[in-house]
């Protein structure tokens, strides 16, 4: 492939490319459930009683190859499944699953449907239906169950008409990931096997975009084009210009990989603190949801994602396997770490916390909000980060997404503080809080602007669309204008402003977040060697005109 002009001898697509780095592979697509065919008239109803048979033993064999592979990477501690506890509690999950598909009395039920008369995929649909209606009937954890039944139906509905399996796909190589989108669940759980993503839909702050940033894997979103591009073609996929490469050959794209592996040893290589060119240190800091993210190279956590840890589960983490999961980020993190209090709400998720459904979630009970409903969650929590800082002896801030005024910003310092924690935050996510930084900072000791919200919430745009991504750009005068606002509270008051949203990471703008007074940058490990080199090339005074010139 030329170095100029990312095309393969297929074509290119273009979208919005999300996460840096280049990847050439195979092009997987995560399928969708099936859609069950009108049921066809039998001929052999032994044979279709044999297929469904067939269909749910190809469904069991593949949950256990995969909670087999799970353990291994959990033992291993591989980056893969979403770092080595994950793993081994995706190995549960999956053991489970696979037992309940091997289900004698499953079994049975769409043999006799099938000897019925109905085809195997219908066999197979009405043999589910009655377990999940049973299991529902039950109520209380097993009710909660009745989801994994669906999941595991379409599975075998799949298996039985011939098609690919619903979810993840697993091909047994590495290859390029392509869906219409994908939940923080899908992302979390991408194997070591996944080179790079496309996504159909998607914006630049969502939370695909967030987590492909978190492992390194270059990504593209908004390419819908990419949905006509058969299994199998191989591309190049550019995640800085969003740029794909179709129909490479083996050789070309095996030269992409080894450009790619040169280019990040190449950055790796610098390290040291963040400073300008003239010698004006900024912090640079981490973005993580887990232990697994934590890379060495910053200066800190900046942004600990918490709810990241609990995105799939069900049931609430108690407050040993809470205190546990914080204890090993703080013992493997270098530098003091920053805990973000769980954001769960909108395209977060928590299921586990039962929140209500809501009309228009990203203006409802999302972040610290959550604490106006379930007031025992963030105590819980504080608790356990507390404890977990007190176990290891480490350099622990926590800060509370969705702060809106003063008053909510003085409730959370005085409950951070009274469960131990000195040094007390809060994320500007909202205009309010933005233009009342001088009044948060007489409760709090820092802020942190997380600009994925904060251009959310300005310009009133989805940050997971992608047709207004013009909106959603860093770069808007209005947003800027906050951040400076931010910046000058903090200089007036003497305690740091950092920026810890997607923002942060990208090299062309990172200069004139510090050019407008910001003191920390915290963005995923994969951008700290991009973000070090922008800032090493230019002086204050460049990244103030710089600044200058955006405003204006
Ligand atoms: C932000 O909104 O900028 C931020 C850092 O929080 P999140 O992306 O997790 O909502
Ligand atoms: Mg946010």
């Given at each position: 492939?030329?170095?100029?002009?990312?095309?393969?001898?297929?074509?290119?697509?273009?979208?919005?490319?999300?996460?840096?780095?280049?990847?050439?592979?195979?092009?997987?697509?995560?399928?969708?459930?099936?859609?069950?065919?009108?049921?066809?008239?039998?001929?052999?109803?032994?044979?279709?009683?044999?297929?469904?048979?067939?269909?749910?033993?190809?469904?069991?064999?593949?949950?256990?190859?995969?909670?087999?592979?799970?353990?291994?990477?959990?033992?291993?501690?591989?980056?893969?499944?979403?770092?080595?506890?994950?793993?081994?509690?995706?190995?549960?999950?999956?053991?489970?699953?696979?037992?309940?598909?091997?289900?004698?009395?499953?079994?049975?039920?769409?043999?006799?449907?099938?000897?019925?008369?109905?085809?195997?995929?219908?066999?197979?649909?009405?043999?589910?239906?009655?377990?999940?209606?049973?299991?529902?009937?039950?109520?209380?954890?097993?009710?909660?169950?009745?989801?994994?039944?669906?999941?595991?139906?379409?599975?075998?509905?799949?298996?039985?008409?011939?098609?690919?399996?619903?979810?993840?796909?697993?091909?047994?190589?590495?290859?390029?990931?392509?869906?219409?989108?994908?939940?923080?669940?899908?992302?979390?759980?991408?194997?070591?096997?996944?080179?790079?993503?496309?996504?159909?839909?998607?914006?630049?702050?969502?939370?695909?975009?967030?987590?492909?940033?978190?492992?390194?894997?270059?990504?593209?979103?908004?390419?819908?084009?990419?949905?006509?591009?058969?299994?199998?073609?191989?591309?190049?996929?550019?995640?800085?210009?969003?740029?794909?490469?179709?129909?490479?050959?083996?050789?070309?794209?095996a030269e992409v990989m080894e450009r790619d592996r040169a280019e990040r040893a190449r950055l790796a290589a610098a390290t040291g603190p963040g400073r300008t060119a003239d010698g004006h240190p900024v912090r640079l800091l981490a973005n993580i949801g887990s232990a697994a993210d934590l890379r060495p190279g910053a200066e800190g956590v900046g942004l600990f994602r918490t709810e990241f840890l609990f995105l799939d589960r069900k049931q609430p983490p108690s407050p040993e396997e809470q205190t546990a999961a914080y204890a090993e980020v703080f013992e493997r993190a270098e530098g003091p770490v920053i805990v973000r209090t769980l954001d769960a709400g909108t395209d977060k998720p928590l299921p586990f916390l039962g929140l209500p459904e809501e009309p228009n979630p990203a203006l409802g009970v999302r972040g610290l909000r959550v604490d106006r409903l379930l007031p025992g969650v963030l105590d819980a929590q504080l608790a356990a980060i507390a404890e977990a800082a007190r176990v290891t002896g480490a350099d622990v801030r926590v800060m509370a997404p969705?702060?809106?005024?003063?008053?909510?910003?003085?409730?959370?310092?005085?409950?951070?503080?009274?469960?131990?924690?000195?040094?007390?935050?809060?994320?500007?996510?909202?205009?309010?809080?933005?233009?009342?930084?001088?009044?948060?900072?007489?409760?709090?000791?820092?802020?942190?602007?997380?600009?994925?919200?904060?251009?959310?919430?300005?310009?009133?745009?989805?940050?997971?669309?992608?047709?207004?991504?013009?909106?959603?750009?860093?770069?808007?005068?209005?947003?800027?204008?906050?951040?400076?606002?931010?910046?000058?509270?903090?200089?007036?008051?003497?305690?740091?402003?950092?920026?810890?949203?997607?923002?942060?990471?990208?090299?062309?703008?990172?200069?004139?977040?510090?050019?407008?007074?910001?003191?920390?940058?915290?963005?995923?490990?994969?951008?700290?060697?991009?973000?070090?080199?922008?800032?090493?090339?230019?002086?204050?005074?460049?990244?103030?005109?710089?600044?200058?010139?955006?405003?204006?």
């Amino acid at each position: 492939m030329p170095e100029t002009g990312w095309a393969g001898p297929g074509g290119r697509l273009s979208g919005l490319g999300v996460s840096q780095g280049r990847a050439a592979g195979p092009l997987v697509r995560m399928a969708g459930p099936p859609s069950l065919p009108a049921p066809r008239p039998v001929a052999d109803p032994e044979a279709e009683a044999a297929t469904a048979v067939k269909a749910l033993e190809a469904v069991t064999a593949d949950l256990n190859r995969r909670a087999a592979a799970a353990r291994t990477g959990a033992s291993a501690g591989a980056g893969g499944g979403g770092g080595a506890g994950a793993g081994g509690e995706a190995a549960e999950i999956l053991e489970a699953l696979a037992m309940i598909a091997d289900d004698p009395m499953l079994r049975e039920e769409a043999e006799t449907r099938a000897r019925g008369g109905a085809d195997a995929a219908h066999a197979l649909e009405a043999a589910f239906n009655g377990h999940r209606d049973a299991l529902a009937a039950l109520g209380g954890y097993l009710a909660e169950r009745a989801a994994d039944l669906d999941d595991l139906k379409h599975r075998a509905v799949a298996a039985a008409l011939g098609l690919p399996m619903p979810g993840l796909p697993d091909p047994g190589h590495p290859y390029v990931l392509v869906a219409g989108d994908l939940s923080p669940a899908d992302t979390a759980g991408l194997g070591p096997d996944v080179l790079a993503l496309i996504t159909e839909r998607g914006g630049p702050t969502s939370h695909t975009a967030i987590l492909a940033r978190a492992r390194g894997l270059p990504a593209v979103v908004a390419c819908p084009a990419v949905a006509d591009v058969p299994d199998g073609t191989i591309v190049g996929v550019d995640g800085a210009s969003g740029e794909i490469a179709l129909g490479l050959t083996p050789e070309q794209a095996a030269e992409v990989m080894e450009r790619d592996r040169a280019e990040r040893a190449r950055l790796a290589a610098a390290t040291g603190p963040g400073r300008t060119a003239d010698g004006h240190p900024v912090r640079l800091l981490a973005n993580i949801g887990s232990a697994a993210d934590l890379r060495p190279g910053a200066e800190g956590v900046g942004l600990f994602r918490t709810e990241f840890l609990f995105l799939d589960r069900k049931q609430p983490p108690s407050p040993e396997e809470q205190t546990a999961a914080y204890a090993e980020v703080f013992e493997r993190a270098e530098g003091p770490v920053i805990v973000r209090t769980l954001d769960a709400g909108t395209d977060k998720p928590l299921p586990f916390l039962g929140l209500p459904e809501e009309p228009n979630p990203a203006l409802g009970v999302r972040g610290l909000r959550v604490d106006r409903l379930l007031p025992g969650v963030l105590d819980a929590q504080l608790a356990a980060i507390a404890e977990a800082a007190r176990v290891t002896g480490a350099d622990v801030r926590v800060m509370a997404p969705m702060v809106t005024t003063p008053a909510e910003a003085a409730g959370f310092a005085r409950r951070a503080r009274a469960a131990g924690i000195a040094q007390v935050g809060v994320m500007v996510e909202v205009p309010a809080a933005a233009l009342r930084a001088a009044e948060l900072l007489r409760e709090v000791d820092f802020l942190s602007i997380g600009t994925n919200d904060l251009a959310q919430y300005t310009f009133a745009a989805d940050r997971q669309h992608p047709a207004l991504a013009d909106l959603l750009d860093p770069r808007q005068p209005a947003l800027l204008g906050l951040i400076e606002a931010c910046a000058a509270a903090g200089r007036e008051a003497g305690k740091p402003v950092g920026v810890c949203g997607e923002a942060a990471g990208d090299p062309a703008v990172a200069p004139l977040l510090v050019g407008l007074g910001v003191t920390s940058l915290s963005m995923a490990p994969s951008c700290v060697p991009l973000v070090r080199e922008a800032l090493a090339g230019l002086t204050l005074e460049e990244c103030r005109e710089l600044a200058r010139e955006a405003l204006a």
